[in-house]
């Protein structure tokens, strides 16, 4: 028979238990606290759990981000790769090793290391970004539009970070065509190149090539991206362009909508583009576009229903484009008990530095498909592109200006006169 253990020993073996087991929930604490700072605080974390790859890659990445501070290569380099014995297939430490050799001038083994870097993990973000700016650099931009689209897959917040490479890439014909291919693909970050392209002078001709090339595809541009890249035309005051592209970009109904006026019946579905009709976001009114065949009582076009509050500013706008001469502006308008205390006019403006050319008043009351019409003239220089509006004259939002009743506008035209 065995015999027991003497209470000593049971006593002893129970402060060993408690003693181990009291390690590990330290160590388990400490490496719980550890994760939770490794990213805040790394220095802290690292303190804590020695071992903690996450954290060091965060200090090191933190040093060499750090505008105030040189960092210490050598003592960086000696430190990321000891991280390597604690996580040999970690390719963010590869990465690291790599950027610190190309700072340190040593850019042939660097790229291996982004290389090997990107063999362990294809989306490892640092190691993307500078093997794209490689093949930017070395004309193999096919590639790079390939390496850029598995960033921005993973990555799609980085898009700025490969922004300014992209009209080198599209300025070659290889890489336009990559671009392209990409984009008809329904590549993600297509959205994110029309509208960064839309804004700058060395983007914006590219965009509107895109636009073009991807008409008639299985992936035509919509109608956010043609009103981005009009909107870029319009803000660097190329005109002509902005206009081209709305006419190329209207379907064959769209086209039957055609005239000095594009829409002037109001007919629903409009795109909003700027060339078409926007309306604009105003309190005081209500603006509804109907055919006459859903119109109450056969009344088609545009009804704008006042509620009885002060109304300034712009109601409805679209550019038109007006080549200098003689024109007649027209409007067939129904009222019912309007009151327009400060007014209700059309107003015809440059673009340019000319100003208001034109204002075109609608009348109060109550009437029946009246017929209302006004003659004006487009000088030859300073107006390239003209603006119209449907606005009031008030300045301020005053309750002894409120309007009332409801206008119906059918037909809304520009004619050019004989000369």
Not at 364 to 372: A, F, I, K, M, S
Request: hydrophobic share 40%.
């Amino acid at each position: 028979m065995m015999e027991q253990a003497s209470p000593l020993m049971q006593s002893l073996r129970h402060s060993v238990v408690w003693f181990v087991a009291s390690v590990l929930v330290l160590v388990a604490s400490s490496i719980g606290l550890s994760r939770f700072l490794e990213t805040e605080t790394p220095a802290a974390s690292l303190a804590l759990d020695p071992f903690n790859v996450d954290a060091l890659i965060a200090e090191i990445t933190g040093d060499l981000n750090d505008t105030n501070n040189a960092p210490d290569l050598d003592a960086l380099l000696a430190r990321a790769r000891g991280g390597l014995a604690f996580d040999l297939a970690d390719a963010r430490l590869y990465s690291l090793i790599g950027e610190i050799k190309y700072r340190q001038g040593e850019k042939d083994e660097a790229y291996q290391l982004f290389d090997q870097a990107r063999k362990l993990s294809k989306t490892e973000i640092h190691a993307l970004q500078r093997s794209i700016g490689r093949k930017i650099e070395t004309g193999d931009l096919a590639k790079a539009v390939g390496e850029i689209d598995i960033l921005l897959r993973r990555w799609p917040d980085q898009f700025p970070a490969v922004a300014d490479g992209l009209p080198t890439i599209l300025s070659n014909p290889d890489g336009y065509q990559a671009v392209l291919t990409a984009i008809r693909a329904q590549a993600p970050w297509r959205v994110s190149l029309i509208y960064a392209l839309s804004k700058t002078p060395e983007g914006i001709d590219f965009a509107n090539r895109l636009l073009l090339d991807l008409t008639g595809s299985s992936a035509p541009p919509n109608s956010g991206e043609l009103t981005a890249v009009i909107s870029g035309y319009l803000r660097q005051k190329e005109y002509g362009p902005a206009y081209r592209l709305f006419l190329f970009s209207l379907s064959d109904e769209e086209r039957k909508l055609g005239g000095y006026i594009f829409n002037g019946t109001f007919e629903p579905g409009s795109g909003g583009k700027p060339f078409d009709w926007q309306v604009r976001d105003q309190s005081g009114l209500e603006i509804a576009f109907a055919t006459s065949q859903d119109a109450v009582e056969g009344e088609g076009g545009a009804t704008i229903r006042f509620l009885n509050t002060p109304v300034k500013n712009t109601a409805l706008q679209q550019f038109i484009s007006l080549p200098a001469g003689s024109y007649k502006i027209s409007l067939v308008a129904s009222g019912r008990n309007l009151k327009l205390p400060k007014g209700l006019f059309w107003s015809i403006r440059c673009a340019g530095p000319a100003g208001e050319i034109a204002r075109f008043n609608i009348p109060e009351g109550t009437y029946n498909r009246q017929n209302l019409s006004q003659d004006f003239s487009v000088g030859p220089a300073d107006c390239p592109m003209q603006l119209l509006t449907l606005q009031t004259a008030a300045i301020a939002e005053s309750w002894r200006f409120r309007y009332v009743g409801t206008l119906v506008m059918h037909k809304l035209s520009i004619e050019r006169l004989p000369s």
